[in-house]
């Protein structure tokens, strides 16, 4: 990258990168442990079952799993634990203080392709953003730690929005390229949601998979002759315990509530859909017009992954009518929720063929609320 390069303070995308853990779970595997769990449960309680002290587990099956959410299979880091009836919960070695963590190991690979794809040296690299919704420690902060590893000069941090945080992080470093705080800066996004949800609870042991994406978000008189310029953004939060996870470090202070199920992920789904998919179609169309754009010339849009009825009920709601595969690509299906990661995964697997001056949006959303659309347009 040359130095001398008078800076354009316009951000683009220059290129992506993605990493899926080796481990597969379909839904056939995961309702056969399931189940098996199940029958062991209700059999272990059959007294009280039967005397109406407790309600029995019910069975669950892959046509279920797949009409609820679209989900049939998910990439997992541990998957052999997670189908063990006597564990269902991810078991790795924890890691000394000297070795590279889990996910900032899982931030390079995904991280490298996205260099590698356009030949950037990780020297050229200005700052680091680690961004996701299933951070791994307290401090020091994983970003630094990627950033020690690829040999970057610069500044490095973690954030957390949730569902959202690729799209703040992106939107962040952006700012930070019209700034002149940066000419080029590596989001990175490591999922493990495998470790907080609870894979006894029936109705959200299957949404979620283990995933990797990294976003390269540079200047534009630096970047390669493709790249994806961002021309409009809105981000927006409003709060709700609608979907929560009560872990962190102040549950040392009430022991009695260790293990209990709010540690894990928890949500209200109907009220979830019933609520988000208004508030996001309404900001996403209330932002092209203030771009001047109209909803329905948009080429193609990457929604957040997180369940099929939601995103076709808000894609309809941006087009005016049921939007095709081609305009509305998922990647749901093969997957699963991937959190914070999913829309950049359906971006990358899904825009190579698009035209210069193809205008297109990338869109996230989750707890918080949290809203986060990024509009761009081809170039080269």
């Known amino acids: 990258m040359n130095d001398k390069v008078k800076l354009s303070g316009r951000p683009v995308i220059s290129s ?5 853990p080796p481990d597969l779970i379909t839904n056939d595997e ?27 587990k019910q069975h669950s099956s892959a046509e279920f799993i797949e009409k609820a959410s679209g989900i049939r299979q998910r990439h997992v880091l541990s998957g052999e634990s ?8 991810p078991r790795w070695r924890e890691r000394a203080d000297d070795e590279l963590s889990i996910t900032a190991e899982m931030s390079l690979n995904a991280a490298r392709q996205a260099l590698a794809k356009i030949g950037r040296d990780p020297a050229e690299i200005d700052a680091v953003i680690y961004s996701n919704s299933s951070p791994e420690r307290q401090y020091p902060a994983v970003a630094i730690e990627v950033q020690q590893a690829l040999g970057i000069d610069g500044f490095a941090f973690d954030m957390n929005v949730g569902c959202s945080s690729t799209t703040f992080a992106v939107l962040t470093a952006a700012d930070y390229v019209r700034a002149g705080h940066a000419r080029s800066v590596l989001v990175v996004t490591p999922e493990i949601p495998s470790a907080h949800i609870n894979w006894q609870d029936r109705d959200s042991h299957f949404i979620f998979g283990d995933f990797a994406v990294a976003v390269l978000v540079e200047d534009a008189a630096i970047a390669p002759p493709s790249h994806w310029e961002i021309i ?12 929560r996870n009560n ?40 932002e092209c017009g203030k771009l001047g754009i109209e909803p329905s010339s948009l080429r193609r849009i990457w929604l957040h992954q997180a369940n099929s009825g939601m995103n076709r009920l808000i894609a309809q709601r941006i087009f005016g009518h049921e939007a095709s595969a081609d305009e509305s690509p ?6 699963g929720n991937t959190a914070a990661a999913g829309s950049i995964i359906a971006f990358t697997e899904h825009s190579d063929d698009l035209q210069p001056g193809d205008t297109c949006l990338i869109c996230s959303f989750g707890a918080g609320y949290s809203v986060g659309a990024v509009f761009i347009r081809k170039v080269g």
Do not use: C, H
């Open 30 to 56: 995961l309702v056969a442990s399931f189940n098996r769990w199940v029958d062991r449960y209700n059999a272990e309680n059959a007294a009280a079952i039967a005397a109406g002290e407790m309600e029995p």
């Open 16 to 20: 992506t990168g993605m990493f899926a």
């Open 247 to 286: 872990f962190g470090i102040i549950n040392r202070g009430s022991p009695d509530g260790a293990g209990a199920g709010d540690k894990m992920f928890v949500q209200q789904g109907r009220k979830v859909f019933k609520e988000v998919v208004p508030m996001v179609s309404a900001l996403i169309v209330e």
């Open 232 to 243: 409009g953004s809105k981000m927006k939060t409003v709060f709700s315990n609608n979907i």
């Open 82 to 89: 997670l189908l063990d009836i006597d564990v269902m919960a």
């Open 330 to 335: 998922t990647v749901l299906d093969r997957f």
